[in-house]
């Protein structure tokens, strides 16, 4: 919940209103990406991005387990078709370099699609389901798992498994919904633009700029005093 409320702020302070279809599926990535970093060591960053066709969608969602933070956005206009669904995972740690995979995905479930990826990608087992509407649980797979249990869960199942299996908390993690963008990390990146084409061309005429997050799509409006102020 707290994850979801911190993501309905950022929609709210950044006036975004994704449709309700792909906003419900960016909430089930964020959580599947949440519980998926949970299960992996400290110093953990994954980036996935779900591919979708028929409509063409995508999402992406990135996250730290270090920073304990989930972030994404929905991309609805200028997707590309790919022909099939396509899940791409990169994973980063500071002693490790980067891990990139992409799979093939069937469906517009992000759990299944989450699934898909496990059993593709990480070699392991893992189910996701919907314990109540903003409770969700993951179960994936261990050495020595049975995995015809794990094959024969269902959510009711997972409703009794703490009555019929013995649990034990391991460690608690607590996730928000933090991107960390502003302008002054978004600058570096239009400098040269800018010193290339000059800054009368860049504007073309235009009191102000429009850009937004590729990370969690909050927008800013830029204006050359802005850009000339950064520049000293």
């Not at 992996?40 to 991005?49: F, H, R």
């Not at 400098?191 to 909050?218: N, S, W, Y």
């Amino acid at each position: 919940s707290p994850i979801y409320v911190d993501y309905y702020l950022h929609l709210m302070q950044h006036s975004l209103r994704p449709a309700a279809t792909d906003d419900a599926m960016l909430k089930d990535a964020l959580a599947a990406l949440a519980l998926h970093i949970t299960s992996k060591p400290w110093q953990y960053t994954v980036a996935w991005t779900l591919h979708f066709e028929n409509p063409l969608l995508n999402l992406f969602v990135t996250g730290e387990s270090f920073g304990e933070y989930v972030v994404g956005r929905v991309f609805s206009d200028g997707v590309k078709e790919k022909g099939q669904g396509l899940f791409h995972s990169q994973v980063m740690s500071p002693k490790d370099p980067a891990r990139h995979s992409t799979v093939e995905i069937t469906g517009r479930d992000v759990f299944s699609a989450v699934e898909q990826y496990y059993q593709q990608s990480e070699q392991l087992r893992a189910r996701i389901f919907r314990y109540s509407e903003e409770d969700i649980v993951m179960v994936s797979a261990q050495p020595q798992c049975d995995l015809e249990w794990l094959e024969a869960l269902d959510a009711e199942a997972i409703r009794r498994l703490d009555q019929e299996e013995e649990l034990s908390l391991l460690e608690r993690r607590y996730f928000r919904f933090h991107c960390g963008c502003s302008l002054d990390k978004i600058f570096p990146a239009l400098v040269p633009l800018i010193q290339r084409d000059g800054m009368e061309a860049f504007f073309a005429g235009e009191a102000f700029l429009k850009t937004d997050c590729p990370r969690c799509g909050a927008t800013f409006r830029i204006t050359q005093g802005d850009i000339e102020e950064f520049l000293g």
